[in-house]
Nanobody, 124 residues
Framework: QVQLVESGGGLVQAGGSLRLSCAASGRSVSALTMGWFRQAPGKEREFVAAVSWRGGSTNYADSVQGRFIISRDIAKNTVYLQMNSLKPEDTAVYYC?????????????????WGQGTQVTVSS
C-alpha cells in the first residue's frame, strides 16, 4: 500500500512562489508515476503535472506550463511541485497522486493512490 502526504501549501501573493512536497511511503517513487492534481471550490479535480517512473518524462497542463515544475528526489522518496508566478486562479486544494503505470495520465481515475491534499491560496 502506498501512502502519500502533501505539505507546503499556504497563502501567497500573486506573482509569488510555493513549493509543494509529497512524501511517499510503501513504494519507491522511482517505480511509480507521480502526479499533482488540484480542485477549486465548485470545480472538478483537474490535472496539473505528472512525472513517469519510466525515464522521468513529464507532462503539464497548459495552464501551468512554463510556471510549474514537477521533480522527484528518489533518495528522499519525495515528489515536488515548484510553483512560480502564481495567479489567483491557481487557488485550490492540491493533491498528490500515484499510479503503477508509466503513462503520465491527465485523468484522475487512472491514479491508484491519493494524498489528503494541501491548500494553496493566491491573493490578488
Amino acid at each position: 500500500q502506498v501512502q502519500l502526504v502533501e505539505s507546503g501549501g499556504g497563502l501567497v501573493q500573486a506573482g509569488g512562489s510555493l513549493r509543494l512536497s509529497c512524501a511517499a511511503s510503501g513504494r519507491s517513487v522511482s517505480a511509480l508515476t507521480m502526479g499533482w492534481f488540484r480542485q477549486a471550490p465548485g470545480k472538478e479535480r483537474e490535472f496539473v503535472a505528472a512525472v513517469s517512473w519510466r525515464g522521468g518524462s513529464t507532462n503539464y497542463a497548459d495552464s501551468v506550463q512554463g510556471r510549474f515544475i514537477i521533480s522527484r528526489d528518489i533518495a528522499k522518496n519525495t515528489v515536488y511541485l515548484q510553483m512560480n508566478s502564481l495567479k489567483p486562479e491557481d487557488t485550490a486544494v492540491y493533491y498528490c497522486a500515484a499510479d503503477n503505470g508509466f503513462i503520465t495520465s491527465t485523468i484522475a481515475r487512472r491514479y491508484d493512490y491519493w494524498g489528503q491534499g494541501t491548500q494553496v491560496t493566491v491573493s490578488s
